[in-house]
């Protein structure tokens, strides 16, 4: 074993534990290591021109990159700075390269017998483009080097890897998928942050309502799964399985709490008595943890009590019916935020002329910018930056497509909700209640109001207004999806994620109208009208538009996030997921879906779930879904309105024909 010179002599913090050609046992592993996702692990670095590996102590060298440069190859990290694009490319994509970079962690069988429980995991980073050969060498060389009683595992980084490796016995290079590694664990963290607050646990949604009430801005809630309507308290917690882009978690990073998933909740709450206790409540990737506090903290009233939303004034006339393609943004106060985005999503694709490249011309220290990660992506290396804002148009114009519909604006929300004087009355009780701070008052008011919506006679004009919309969709008995597109959803800092009803069973003109008024009626939910009051927004100020569109028939649908949700500061990665037929599955939480991270930087993309059917989608399923992603990115860069990093959330859908439609289309609240 060969100690690097920082061993010896130096104070012990201050020692570089690094060591090169060591054969690797478990003691030698637990004095090395350092924590990621709950696990040891060591980064490793096969250097095959002079046949030896380096267990890098990652607390001096938290970089393949930076050691290889500078303990190996003598360069200073200005030197690496200055050609950093071209240095990666030669230890991560060269086919025949001098250094195998990876990691090595260790894991338990939760099951196994105590002298079987521990094995290995080696993997390379998720850009790594190893071929078959290499994968198959990289393991070898660390089998042959590691303690033989620990079972070693190759997990693939991603699917081009996975691919590579299908050739190769499994008996000859073991390995291990990424769901099946991570997919049972016992906590997940869905939305990271920190809250003090008093732990309230419900074990059946029975016990839930019953206690619904009386639940504060100093609660943390936990079930195993919570309801959509969940108030604003201080944090979640899920007991069974959930994913990111659930309403809830959606919720949960809208509003900067903690969400995670933790299966032992109820060991944890026996052993220390949390039930009911003030708690300290931790939800990081590599750590969730809930610690009883010994009394109550003293706390500040959150910031959201003097949070305020800005709506801007509706437009409540002269805004006829609209088709969908002849909306634009500017047009949101009129036809709702949903609406003019899908209008905005037309114009993007039929003029070809917009820029979608600024997300990769941002500054990535050290890198100037990403165009280069760009070109390689859409296939025009060496392009002009000309050229690549036309390519990126047409990548995003033959990957997806807007879908065809009409939008319904505030003016005929305004015209049915003016024409009953109950209408009025109701409409005036619940205002007073909001600015009296009747809370208790609130919800009869507001289900009083909804009935109201629901049978009040709907005026001749706005009847004819919405059956001539469509007329050839009905004359033809098609079926219809009528959707939400008010001016108090879809907005940063507040998204308003499954407040407002969409109904997708729709046939005939009595169907269609009951459809509008149900969708009207959401607008004075309980659950809508408190939550924009806690962010001020009033409710005379408050319309709602809606979309009319034709049922598509979709094989998969789902929702893609231009950020990674659980890691907001990595920059590379989109998040979707998906599952047959419809996109309100995912985010409904009826099933669980397949989820994916694909890397719009240097591409490749990993499986993270397989969900509720168990196994993985065809690779060139997989394929289309990273030409999907890409697209995401690219859109991110017009839709985002200030910051070019702000993530956007894109419910989409994938027909049998093979193409896709992207059915929404704002913000990613967090």
């Known amino acids: ?26 003691s030698l592993f ?64 060269a086919p025949e390269r001098r250094f195998l970079l990876g990691v090595l962690s260790l894991h338990t069988h939760d099951q196994a017998a105590e002298s079987e429980r521990s094995f290995l995991v080696l993997e390379t980073t998720e850009a790594d483009t190893m071929h078959g050969a290499l994968l198959e060498e990289f393991y070898h060389y660390v089998r042959k080097r590691t303690d033989a009683r620990l079972p070693l595992l190759l997990k693939p980084a991603n699917h081009g890897q996975e691919q590579a490796l299908a050739t190769i016995e499994e008996a000859h290079v073991p390995r291990i998928l990424s769901h099946e590694l991570y997919g049972n664990r016992t906590r997940t963290c869905l939305n990271p942050g920190e809250a003090e607050g008093r732990l309230r ?10 206690a619904a009430t009386g639940l504060g801005w100093s609660d943390i809630v936990a079930m195993p799964c919570l309801p959509d309507d969940v108030p604003r308290v201080a944090g979640f917690v899920n007991t069974s399985p959930i994913t990111p882009l659930s309403h809830t978690n959606i919720l949960a990073s809208g509003w900067d709490i903690p969400n995670a998933i933790v299966r032992d909740l109820d060991a944890l709450i ?10 300290r409540y931790r939800a990081r990737e590599d750590e969730i943890t809930l610690r009883r506090l010994p009394c109550a903290p003293a706390l500040e009233r959150p910031a959201w009590h003097q949070q305020r939303i800005h709506v801007a004034t509706p437009t409540l006339e002269n805004a006829p019916v609209l088709a969908l393609h002849r909306l634009r943004r500017a047009d949101r106060d009129s036809y709702g ?6 209008g905005e999503l037309h114009h993007v694709l039929d003029s070809r002329t917009a820029n979608l490249t600024s997300f990769y011309t941002r500054p990535r220290p050290p890198r100037p910018h990403l165009l280069g990660h760009l070109a390689a992506r859409l296939g025009e290396a060496g392009a002009s930056p000309e050229r690549l804002r036309a390519a990126a148009v047409e990548q995003v114009a033959n990957t997806v497509g807007a879908p065809d519909g009409v939008a319904l604006p505030f003016r005929l929300h305004r015209l049915f909700l003016t024409s009953s004087p109950d209408l009025q009355q109701g409409i005036g009780r619940l205002k007073m209640a909001l600015e009296l701070g009747a809370l208790d008052v609130i919800d009869p008011l507001c289900l009083s109001l909804q009935r109201l919506i629901r049978s009040v006679p709907m005026p001749d004009e706005v009847a004819g207004a919405i059956i001539g919309a469509v007329p050839r ?25 499954g407040i ?32 924009r009051h806690q962010v001020g927004i009033s409710l005379e100020d408050t319309y709602m538009g809606v979309i009319v569109q034709e049922y598509v028939p979709a094989t998969l649908g789902g929702v893609l996030v231009t950020c990674n949700p659980t890691q907001r500061e990595d920059f590379r990665n989109v998040y979707l997921n998906c599952t047959p037929g419809s996109p309100e599955q995912v985010v409904d939480g009826t099933v669980l879906p397949h989820q994916y991270l694909y890397n ?3 591409g490749g993309g990993r499986t993270v779930g397989v969900g509720s059917s168990g196994k993985d989608l065809p690779a060139a399923t997989r394929a289309a879904l990273a030409r999907l992603a890409l697209t995401g990115r690219l859109l991110q860069s017009y839709f985002t309105e200030g910051d070019a990093d702000d993530a956007m959330d894109i419910e989409w859908l994938l027909t049998a024909e093979g193409s896709f439609h992207l059915v929404q289309i704002r913000p990613y609240t967090g």
């Not at 074993?1 to 690797?24: F, K, Q, S, Y």
């Not at 890098?56 to 694009?85: K, Q, S």
């Not at 026996?270 to 708690?279: P, T």
């Not at 969709?473 to 079926?479: D, N, P, Q, S, W």
Request: proline share 3%.
């Open 1 to 26: 074993m060969i100690l690097t010179p920082d061993e010896t002599g130096a104070p012990e913090a201050a020692r570089d534990r690094t060591v090169v050609g060591a054969h690797l046992s478990l």
């Open 30 to 93: 637990r004095t090395r290591s350092g924590v990621l996702a709950g696990h040891p692990y060591l980064k490793v670095v096969v250097d095959r021109a002079e046949d030896t590996w380096h267990l890098l102590d990652t607390r001096v060298h938290p970089f393949h990159v930076d050691y290889i440069a500078t303990r190996i190859l003598g360069m200073t990290l200005d030197d690496l700075d200055a050609g950093l694009n071209a240095f990666n490319a030669s230890v991560y994509t």
């Open 201 to 210: 646990y419900f074990r059946t949604t029975a016990q839930y309502e019953s």
């Open 270 to 279: 026996e052993q220390d008595d949390l039930d009911g206790a003030w708690v």
């Open 337 to 342: 935020t949903k609406a003019a985005n899908l």
């Open 473 to 497: 969709l009905l004359a033809e008995e098609h079926r219809l999806v009528v959707r939400s597109s008010s001016n108090a959803e879809d907005l940063p800092g507040f998204s308003a994620a």
């Open 500 to 531: 407002y009803d969409s109904v997708t069973t729709v046939r005939g003109a009595d169907q269609l109208m009951d459809a509008v008024r149900q969708v009207w009626a959401s607008l004075v939910s309980p659950r809508s009208v408190r939550l």
């Open 600 to 602: 719009t930087v240097e």
